[in-house]
């Protein structure tokens, strides 16, 4: 039976009162609302509860960074193998500082170095709510990391040489629409940890902030106001109804992307997602040239190939249909310098975000069973460069990598 | 020994359109269901992509998306003298599995039946007197009128973004449309699909000969609808793999493309795939639906109890699920008592072959829909005066090819050709583009006659041990005076198109079980308002067992000249409003009787 949150919430801030762990400050309903919507937008639940699990936040969900793999802890309020026992401080700290319980160094795959721009307030309210969901017992090893990497104490010198502390501070003379986008932006919802590219290291590259990056075969694209692979042609309207829905008439998130729209952002408030755009729109891109045309016998190949078996669904034109297939003349994924994301989907298929605004959740079917690596190159550099887009062409061998194979 | 599972508001057997729909408004009202279906998930993206859909030697011919007859069967014969066997590939109707059920598969033509048509028995003894009709038919009235089903209609054309042209807008007749439907409050949600060479050509003819030709109304989309749930679908591209195949781009309506996606994201709905319903369960006094056991995939055995129990599988299953459960009387053709698997039907589908000069006429039957077509309706139902003509019943009839797919157009040739050889090259060659072959063009309805039924085979079992169903079936001089009369009305239409051949193909007795004919099987669980002749009241509801209601074809008194998808679904929302408006605050019966 479905109940608003709201009852929902009430009832679980009830059965709390008479846990003995809580604290007094933390029985506060409007304090346990604040946090439930920051961890929504903080996102926590995409690493500390498992997929398809009805333990939310008992953690154990691998996370893959470039350094081995890491678990995400058990955040319930279990005193054992939660954080139960943990005080406000120690909480605090985890959360803007990175340092865990007994002062031991956190891994940056917890996204400390954005969630640092919370305010105490900010982290208290989270910790308040974190205290009333059910506590779960689930040991976790969160250190999985091989050798060096599995030493805690080089993130000394990690957090030295990329990690800025500190409270959100607004920008002056920015209106308070653009100042709470960059708080959302720049802090919790910590969009760069994704779209900001990294550094051998896995240090973020601060001069390219919202630039673009490569995760788990994917292109987080660049998300700045770039007119050729940003979000130069986006209206801020557009951006709203993406995070809102998943869905805009150029694109469809899916992939970890869908992932974020449906356990957080489509959770937020209008004025919030609004706030994102403003902040957004406002990032100036990099300028660079629009490239040549592509080979003409490629673009020929890709054309008939295109014709064949992608027009039943995107047109021949690449023009969108609403809800369903998006389209691709004009999409900034489609044209993106980096082919990542489009050879994959073209490659593996994937499925678009459900979300209640659109329920639909329509997929794009796999080719690579279907394609070889050579027709996988050609029909991506013709809907690159048709109907008016421009990027370079995809080569053969940029597929056959997207396969795992060597060329 | 059967495992007994924590009891659920309401257990629904079947996950295809009927199930689908009550799934979405129980839900809706808040119950906990669950829906166990006996086939697989079916998803469009993965399980009928574009890349491979087409493909009509896997689906066509091989039966790729439907029941396999080792899972369930049937036993077939044309009368009581005879000795059933059993069926071991589908021929005349295909059944469907998995989620989605039929839905995924059919052709997506949305007729509406004819308000008439409910009333059969009382308008035509009314209008011919009782004498005219032959004394082993047994028609009757459904209990239910048009415009009490009129808003459900339309809810079900809304969902599926249904594309036609209105013929009757509240009472007055609209030019383009159906001038002889019943009224429909609003117009179709989507405009009438684009229509083909053939097809308009069709229309020219019959509108020379002095009828009124008209879209046939369709589910598959003249262009992207998102529909009242919030799910979208996309414009039809004519491939012309409809029916036997799943839609890849999302064109058609099925329950995938309408319904589940919204389904799924309930937190008070379950679907269990793969899992068979052997058996409805009933309280010791048997006027108590307890649940179902079924068996999953691995043949484990469990039982799942419910407080109310929906029975939505195909029309022969619910018959024979309703028999094996105990449920009602048996009927027996000699006594002519009993209700459960009484006035079983089927459809009288005919067709008219035409063949063109190839050198004036290319028709290009390659682009084309499921329920593409343009049609008249002078000839159906009670459209016209049959006193002179001696039959009853009637069907529309258009120009509805739906594929110009090479396994199946191929062998379309003018009468005398040969089977093989040079001269069949020839043949086919000259003939491909340019022959009108709609194969149902003609589609007839049928009546319901006393040794038309089903009961339960007293040798066969399936592989649970249970008995098979048995159908005894034949085609009766009505319907064959009147597949005579139709086919002929057809051909002339066709002729009048140009043709330089035409070869009328009228349905011609006795009944085969093995050549394709339609899949609306109708009857053995019928609606009505006695309960000697018929099994549920008019809200679907189960005379003997209140808390179960049967979905489905299954309550059809008899066959209309129309497909029943629209009229299925339609029974399903006004059934599920009764139970949601009426039966949850006061479970019993609706209706005494």
């Known amino acids: 039976m479905r109940r608003p949150l709201a009852l929902v919430l009430a009832a679980v801030a009830l059965c709390s009162c008479n846990a003995t762990h809580a604290a007094e400050d933390s029985q506060d309903f409007s304090q346990i609302e604040k946090g439930r919507y920051l961890t929504i937008v903080s996102d926590c639940a995409a690493c500390h509860t498992q997929k398809d699990s009805d333990q939310a936040f008992a953690g154990g969900r691998p996370i893959a960074t470039p350094f081995g793999t890491l678990l995400a802890s058990n955040v319930t309020p279990d005193r054992d193998t939660g954080i139960g026992a943990w005080t406000d401080d120690e909480f605090v700290n985890a959360l803007t500082k990175g340092t865990g319980r007994h002062g031991a160094h956190l891994y940056p795959a917890m996204p400390y170095n954005y969630l640092t721009k919370l305010s105490r307030d900010d982290a208290l309210a989270i910790r308040a709510y974190l205290k009333s969901v059910p506590p779960v017992s689930h040991q976790v090893t969160a250190n999985q990391l091989p050798f060096p990497f599995d030493i805690r104490l080089s993130m000394v010198a990690w957090n030295a040489l990329f990690f800025t502390p500190g409270t959100f501070r607004p920008t002056e003379g920015k209106s308070d629409e653009w100042n709470r986008g960059a708080f959302l932006v720049e802090g919790p919802m910590h969009c760069g940890a994704c779209h900001t590219p990294k550094n051998f290291l896995g240090g ?3 001069s390219k902030a919202l630039q673009g990056d490569k995760l788990e075969g994917w292109l987080a694209p660049n998300i700045t106001n770039d007119f050729q692979r940003g979000l130069g042609h986006w209206s801020p309207d557009e951006i709203v109804a993406y995070l809102k829905t998943g869905h805009t008439a150029l694109a469809a998130a899916s992939g970890p992307m869908g992932e974020e729209v449906a356990l957080s952002s489509s959770r937020m408030t209008d004025g919030d997602l609004h706030a994102i755009a403003t902040y957004l729109k406002d990032q100036p891109g990099q300028e660079q040239p629009l490239l040549a045309a592509p080979p003409a016998n490629v673009t020929k190949a890709g054309a008939a190939i295109y014709a064949d078996e992608c027009s039943a669904c995107h047109g021949p034109k690449g023009t969108s249909v609403p809800g369903l297939s998006p389209g691709l003349a004009g999409s900034s994924s489609v044209q993106s310098t980096d082919p990542t994301t489009l050879v994959h989907v073209v490659l593996q298929g994937t499925r678009s975000v459900a979300t209640d605004a659109a329920p639909t959740a329509p997929a794009m079917p796999s080719f690579g069973w279907l394609l070889d690596d050579d027709q996988v190159a050609a029909v991506t550099t013709y809907v690159r460069n048709a109907w008016g887009n421009a990027a370079p062409a995809v080569a053969a061998k940029d597929v056959a990598r997207a396969r795992g194979r060597n060329p | ?377 002078e000839f159906n139902g009670d459209n016209f005066d049959h006193g002179p003509l001696g039959f009853v019943g009637g069907g529309y009839m258009g120009q509805v090819q739906s594929n110009g797919r090479p396994i199946e157009t191929a062998v379309q040739l003018p009468p005398g050709t040969p089977a093989w050889g040079a001269k069949w090259k020839q043949a086919t060659k000259d003939n491909y583009l340019s022959t009108v072959y709609a194969g149902t063009g003609v589609h007839g309805s049928c009546a319901s006659y006393r040794t038309n039924y089903l009961d339960l085979d007293p040798t066969w079992k399936d592989r649970f041990g249970r008995p098979l169903l048995r159908m005894t079936m034949d085609l009766h001089e009505n319907e064959l005076k009147m597949s005579a009369f139709l086919t002929n009305k057809y051909a002339e239409i066709i002729k009048a198109m140009g043709a330089s051949q035409v070869a009328p193909q009228p349905r011609k007795g006795p009944y085969d079980i093995t050549k394709y004919q339609t899949s609306h099987l109708c009857g053995g669980a019928v609606m009505g308002t006695d309960p000697s002749n018929s099994a549920l009241n008019k809200y679907l509801q189960s005379w003997d067992v209140p808390n179960l209601f049967v979905m489905g074809a299954s309550a059809f008194p008899q066959n209309a000249g129309y497909n029943p998808t629209n009229t299925v679904a339609a029974l399903a929302y006004w059934s599920a409003a009764a139970i949601r408006t009426q039966y949850l605050k006061n479970p019993g019966r609706l209706i005494d009787a």
């Open chain 1, 204 to 206: 973020t590259e601060t």
């Open chain 2, 1 to 377: 020994m059967s495992r007994k599972l924590p009891p659920k508001d309401v257990v629904i057997i079947g996950l295809g359109w009927t199930g689908s729909i009550l799934a979405q408004e129980m839900t809706d009202q808040g119950l906990d269901v669950v829906a166990i279906e006996r086939g697989p998930w079916r998803d469009t993206a993965s399980d009928f992509p574009p890349s491979y859909s087409p493909d009509e030697l896997r689906y066509r011919l091989r039966h790729e998306l439907f029941l396999r007859p080792a899972q369930a069967s049937l036993t077939f014969r044309n009368n009581l003298d005879q000795t059933a066997l059993p069926v071991r590939t589908w021929g005349a109707f295909m059944l469907g599995n998995g989620a989605g059920g039929a839905g995924v598969h059919w052709n997506a033509e949305t007729w509406r039946f004819a308000p008439n048509d409910f009333q059969m028995k009382s308008h035509l003894t009314q209008r011919y007197g009782a004498k005219f009709l032959p004394e082993d038919m047994t028609i009757q009235d459904w209990g239910i009128r048009y415009d009490e089903l009129e808003p459900h209609y339309d809810r079900f054309e809304y969902l599926c973004g249904t594309s036609g042209t209105a013929g009757n807008l509240n009472g007055t007749i609209q030019d383009g449309g159906n001038p002889f439907e019943g009224p429909r409050s609003r117009p179709y949600p989507t405009p009438a699909q684009k229509q083909p060479f053939s097809h308009t050509l069709f229309a020219e003819a019959a509108r020379k000969l002095g009828y009124k030709p008209f879209p046939q109304p369709s589910g598959n989309l003249s262009q992207a609808y998102t529909n009242p749930l919030g799910v979208s679908m996309g414009p039809c591209t004519y491939c012309g793999f409809c029916e036997w195949f799943g839609c890849a781009n999302y064109s058609k309506a099925t329950p995938q493309t309408t319904i589940l996606p919204v389904l799924l994201r309930k937190p008070n709905f379950e679907a269990r795939m793969e899992c068979e319903v052997t058996r409805i369960n009933l309280a010791p006094d048997g006027k108590r639906a307890t649940g179902v056991t079924y068996v999953d995939s691995s043949g484990e055995e469990w039982e799942q109890p419910a407080e109310l129990v929906l029975l939505c599988a195909f029309q022969l299953f619910n018959v024979q699920l309703l028999l094996l459960s105990g449920i009602g009387s048996p009927y027996d053709p000699k006594t002519g008592q009993g209700q459960i698997g009484r006035n079983f039907s089927h459809q009288t589908v005919s067709t008219a072959t035409g063949f063109f000069d190839n050198t004036k006429f290319n028709f290009n039957p390659f682009i084309a829909s499921g329920s593409i077509g343009m049609c008249i309706d």
